[in-house]
């Protein structure tokens, strides 16, 4: 379609095709404007709308109809209009809704940001850092479950999903039979597999890319290192099951983690497979690229693995 | 007298069965739209009557009916929506174990307008009585050729199937219950669509509550005009109000909209007035989900007008000082009525009933539970009352569903009426526990009834 539709966020306009979605709209522009989205994933069918931090006002509905929409709604899944007119950061009603949810999310959340293998590429530690309250006004005690174990490949904790879908959705579309799903009801809802059944199948390790918290991580990866500590370099290999573009990350001259490249909202470009993933962790297993473009203001580029020389502490020679 | 509409031939015996039911002209709206009306007359006839959702929303089921997309090829559904599990609402029940036929007869005609062939009735798990009950309605009806093949001759095929939920509240959500009825995880669906395009396995769907539909046999016969003639202003026809609390002669009441509130609670003919001679304290108009309102909020407006039974009447001052009608739950409240303890059970409800799939609901019904229950057993903070507020604000209006906003509600029209009995449920925690903060400046504005002679002695 040739025809294009004119959106205007936070005072910038964009035109964009129609049918795109007022978050997409908005990463189209960049900065600070883009919504933040802990649920919603591209790549995903159906995934999106249920997080509401996206939430964002729109106060006019399209040229024709400019009538504004009575509530906030998900970025992520409200479809733009021609003419429509959205507030995100110049909006005063939109920075405390999403300043309640950031909050109401984090109330059962167990804040183990020290323990917790996600912890410098979590989407909720950048969220509660750039909208949250510095206290919780939450004064009882945190939901918790029962740990269980779905396989030798990924740990599930429980205590700190957020109950985005993503890797529900994942495990629906990417792989060819999904065994675990959400169980129970509102706050008792849990990520569970029927049964306590073991997840797996080859494409099951993406389920760990796409959380975005520390629910999902890597058994092999468990405890050997903060991710910050960790350099992260482009590889790939030949695979015939995936595309086999793939980010490394080493610590010293060991390949300690691998997962798919992903981009500055967090989303893989090219969902891998299990082996790729949890089996080739030798550096001749892949054919290196560069290193991963990672944000400045991330923790994990003040890793500075830019440098020359090489740090002191995984320098061989000095050892 | 007021005018029956649904509940005219309640009292004839038998009348839960397909013979008697017919004896009293029953199923001739069947006959009258197969044989003399278009599917877009129906429409129009409903259209005209004003008639609005029972469910709760109040929407216009004509209007509903005509935004339903009818693409070729594509097969249309109707979904009546029998899910009824809101605290202090059971006009469906008593409908569907009374009068099952008259359901029936509404599910033919209404899927005769909106051409569809198969039509679901979603019952609330809990109700197998009902369920049986309309199971058995059907197969009477089938077997007299309202339903099945060609019905009546008219070339018009239509079957009926009941389905029973798990007895989730969050189903009686329209969206959540087509999930349901696929055979998925009963969560909202993100909307657009709505199911007027894209519903029940994806095809155009209207989703109606079990009254609504009832109301619509009435209509085709008498005609919309008739039935518009009923009620008053835009809140046209009956209502069928389920009157539970502290009142003499609890029960599904039918009235005309339009009806006084003063009337309805104090007249015998209804409610009967406050039970064992206590005074009113306050009243929930419309199911747990409405907001609560005082004794001289119910009965008057805050600009000293009547307050009447109608979508409007009731809903006048907004928020601030109005509630809804909702879906007819009237629960009465007399001055023994702890205002916090009250609250602090519906809000249990929401908490138990929220899907969890969005993180507002999911998280902050749970919270406001815990508060309130705090509060009500003493260990309660003056900052806890402003707290509640605030986050029952940010669960209002940031959910994918209307649960978010249902479970705000009572809280918020709570802290907003009923202030001062919160203060002093933080500031006397021992005599919060021991007795009850009473009536205080919400007066009963009538006059004390005189109490029963039995209990005077």
Redesign the interface.
Known sequence: MSEKFKVTIDNIVIEVDPGTTILNAARMIGGDIVPPAMCYYTKLQGS?????TC?VKVSQGSEKDPRPMP??V?SC?TTVMDGMVVQNITSPEVIE?RK??V???L??HPLDCPVCDQAGECHLQDLSFEHGAEQT??E?KR?TFERIDIGDKIQLHMNRC??C?RCVFTADQITNERVH??L??????EISTYITKAVDNDFSGNMIDVCPVGALTDKTFRFKNRVWFTKPVDAHCECDKCSGKVTLWYKGEDVIRVTGRKDQYGEVQDFICNTCRFDKKKTSDWTIEKPTEIDPRSVISANHYEMEHMLPVIDKKIM | MAQKILLKDIDVPGIETFDVFRKQGGYSAVEKVLKTMSPEDVVEEVKKSGLRGRGGAGFPTGMKWSFLAKPEGVPRYLVCNADESEPGTFKDRYLMTKLPHVLIEGMIVASYALGANTSYIYVRGEMMPQIRILEKAIAEAKAAGFLGENILGSGYDLEIYVQPGGG?Y?CGEETALLESLEGK?GNPR?KPPFPAIAGLYGCPTVVNNVESIAATSWIVLNGGDEYAKIGIGRSTGTKLISASGNINKPGVYEIELGLPVEEFIYSDEYCGGIANGKRLKAVVAGGSSVPILPANLILRTVNGEPRLMSYESLADGGFASGTMLGSGGFIVMDEDACIVRNTWNFSRFY??????????C??????ME?ILHRIEYGHGKMSDID?LW?VQ???E????CPLGDAAAWPVASAIRHFRDEFEWHVNEPKAAMEGNYGLAHYADPLPVPAAPSELVK
């Open positions: 999106g709308g249920k997080c509401r939430l509530k906030l998900a899944r809704a309640g949810v909050e109401i999310l109330i059962n006004r939450y009882f939901r957020i109950l879908y799903g959400v129970n009801r509102g706050d008792a809802s | 989730a969050i995880r993100i908490h138990h009933e929220s899907c969890g799939q969005c993180s507002p999911r998280e902050g019904t749970g919270w815990k707290l605030d604000r940010k669960i209006g940031n959910t994918i």
